[in-house]
């Protein structure tokens, strides 16, 4: 659909007026859905922790090859020029990549898994394969690179199944007004399991014996087990259990999540929106993967290739050159601490992942994405001229550099970092929901995998490798580039909607209407919700928040029109 005159918005939400929800009522819906963010712990420590691993002495002795002169095409961090064990690109991008090659299976098993045993049991199942995973790793004896390698296959697995199981069982349990949070704190979680790498590696690196490798890879078994002793005590998805023919079950799980009991008219009309919805999606099919590809008025096959494609743009940012190959890559260029580097533009990670959260809600998705691209495009492409140009024998301009890569991070913590996952949660409809979402994250492991691979062929000098070094940035440049032009033309606004309103929303405009829509959309809106930050009532618009006294005008007013 062209642009230009954006017509009427006649999406409405549905069922009955209710009270505004005070914020401390939806206490449990948050709380739930931010433990289950610890998941994101799991995913950020494994990616984050092989870097620190594969330069760490003791596995270069234990899995590498002895070479008595330098050799360049070896290994970036023999420089300067010395004797010593190292691993070749060959066997530094299967270890590294490999952890993707099982997460992209897994994220495609976590469609059955949280369809069939439900979001939570999937999860555990995850943490079983995870632990299993780890356990190799940790008592692989020396030059067994096969058993490593499967040892990373299978906690690549059990990542897969967790980073697309999480994202859909926070956007299905979070209240509406606070879920872009909520699921950003996913991310949150992923940038600390990220950092806890950093710092762990950092500690254990100067050790002389197997544990400098070891103890970083055994401590995930610590976060598998916090995660999978809490995951009995959440609720099941509400979604779920109505998808599964199951609504008192639902009706318990919402009540639960919204601090009140079954008959509460908060969880029959939310209850009955759910089922109306799912009523309707199934008379587009019945949820299989076929229909995630069907080109129907509600627009199942764009959702799905704004999903994947958001995903594969979101590693298209290059971001995983900074955190799989930063440190290695840093020590190259003369940085004289590379992991301090590390821990650095961990942290950077980290705190601007906050800000993140809160634009989420405030900004809205759309404009974010947008503006999050250009600014990583700024950054990149003065890093890329910078590095091409300046020696390396010129410390301010290294410092300049790494300072350039901090901001580059920031712009990627606090705006495609989250809202990958955020607009993947929130943008399918409930049947075909898992499905979907499972291509979407299998999409982001496979281009995690495949820049994971190619990437030190791409850096590396030497024989059948490019050799472009600091060069590669200027790539980086350009795709950041294309994810503004993809999010500018592809991502519908969907802040502050419930799931089944971002159905309404999708079958109705385009991309670029979405903004007023979604406006139009929650100004409409007869319930009313209260402010996420100071509990007060508001009506939930994106420009504007109404004052109190406005809403208690407008709840007499609907209190008058209801006798
Ligand atoms: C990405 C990961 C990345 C991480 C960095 C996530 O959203 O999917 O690939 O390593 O952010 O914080």
Same mark, same amino acid.
């Given at each position: 659909m062209p642009g230009g005159a954006v017509p009427a918005f006649t999406g409405t939400s549905s069922g009955p007026v209710i009270k505004p929800k005070s914020a401390r009522e939806t206490v449990p819906a948050i709380a739930v859905a931010a433990f289950a963010a610890f998941g994101g712990i799991l995913f950020g420590y494994d990616t984050g922790t092989i870097s620190g691993v594969i330069a760490a002495d003791e596995f270069r002795k234990d899995f590498g090859t002895y070479y008595p002169y330098n050799r360049p095409d070896n290994d970036l961090t023999i420089n300067p020029p010395k004797a010593g064990y190292a691993l070749d690109t060959a066997t530094k991008s299967l270890f590294v990549s490999i952890l993707s090659a099982g997460t992209f299976f897994g994220a495609l098993a976590g469609a059955p898994l949280a369809d069939i045993l439900g979001r939570r049991w999937g999860l555990q199942v995850a943490m079983v394969v995870f632990c299993l995973g780890v356990a190799l790793q940790v008592g692989t004896a020396p030059h067994q690179d096969a058993l490593f390698v499967v040892g990373r296959v299978f906690a690549g697995l059990g990542v897969g199944i967790v980073s697309s199981i999480v994202p859909m069982y926070q956007s299905e349990t979070a209240p509406r007004w606070i879920r872009g949070a909520v699921v950003s704190g996913y991310q949150w979680a992923i940038t600390i399991g990220l950092l806890i790498a950093a710092i762990v590696n950092n500690s254990t690196n100067g050790r002389s014996d197997t544990g400098s490798y070891r103890i970083p890879i055994a401590v995930q078994f610590a976060f598998a087990i916090i995660m999978s002793v809490g995951l009995f005590f959440l609720p099941?998805?509400?979604?779920?259990? #109505?998808?599964?023919?199951?609504?008192?079950?639902?009706?318990?799980?919402?009540?639960?999540?919204?601090?009140?009991?079954?008959?509460?008219? #908060?969880?029959?009309?939310?209850?009955?929106?759910?089922?109306?919805?799912?009523?309707?999606?199934l008379t587009y099919g019945t949820g299989s993967y076929r229909d995630c590809f069907r080109n129907n008025d509600r627009k199942y096959?764009?959702?799905?290739?704004? &999903?994947?494609?958001?995903?594969?743009?979101?590693?298209?940012?290059?971001?995983?050159?900074?955190?799989?190959?930063?440190?290695?890559? =840093?020590?190259?260029? &003369?940085?004289?601490?590379? =992991?301090?580097? @590390?821990?650095? +533009?961990?942290?950077?990670? #980290?705190? @601007?992942? #906050?800000? %993140?959260?809160f634009m989420m809600e405030r900004v809205g998705r759309r404009k974010l994405l947008i503006w999050g691209a250009l600014w990583m495009f700024l950054c990149e492409l003065i890093v890329a001229i910078l590095g091409t140009t300046a020696s390396t024998g010129n410390h301010g301009a290294q410092k300049a550099l790494v300072a350039l890569v901090c901001l580059y991070v920031a712009g990627f913590a606090s705006t495609w970092g989250p809202a990958a996952w955020v607009v993947c949660g929130e943008i399918f409809p409930l049947a075909i929901r898992a499905k979907a979402l499972s291509l979407?994250?299998?999409?982001?492991w496979l281009w995690n995998f495949g820049i994971g691979y190619a990437t030190p062929y791409?850096?590396?000098?030497?024989? &059948?490798?490019? %050799?472009?070094?600091?060069k590669v940035f200027f790539i980086w440049a350009g795709t950041c580039f294309c994810c503004a032009i993809f999010a500018y033309f592809c991502i519908v606004e969907t802040a502050g909607l419930s799931l089944e309103e971002v159905d309404e929303l999708y079958s109705q405009v385009t991309p670029?209407? +979405? %903004?007023?829509?979604?406006?139009?959309?929650?100004?409409?809106?007869?319930?009313?919700?209260?402010?996420?930050?100071?509990?007060?009532?508001v009506l939930m618009k994106e420009d504007e928040e109404v004052s109190a006294d406005y809403v208690k005008e407008d709840m007499v007013k609907t209190a008058q029109a209801d006798a």
């Open positions: 099941e998805s509400p979604r779920w259990y #109505v998808k599964k023919g199951k609504p008192e079950m639902a009706a318990k799980s919402l009540a639960f999540l919204n601090s009140t009991d079954v008959d509460d008219p #908060v969880v029959r009309s939310e209850l009955a929106d759910i089922q109306t919805n799912l009523d309707t999606e096959l764009y959702r799905t290739l704004t &999903g994947t494609w958001l995903q594969a743009w979101q590693q298209l940012t290059g971001i995983n050159f900074i955190f799989y190959y930063g440190t290695t890559f =840093f020590q190259s260029t &003369g940085q004289s601490d590379p =992991f301090v580097f @590390t821990v650095i +533009s961990n942290v950077v990670n #980290v705190v @601007t992942t #906050v800000p %993140g959260m979407c994250t299998a999409s982001n791409l850096v590396d000098t030497g024989a &059948g490798k490019a %050799g472009l070094q600091t670029r209407q +979405s %903004g007023r829509a979604n406006r139009e959309l929650r100004a409409n809106r007869s319930d009313l919700e209260t402010n996420a930050f100071t509990g007060a009532p």
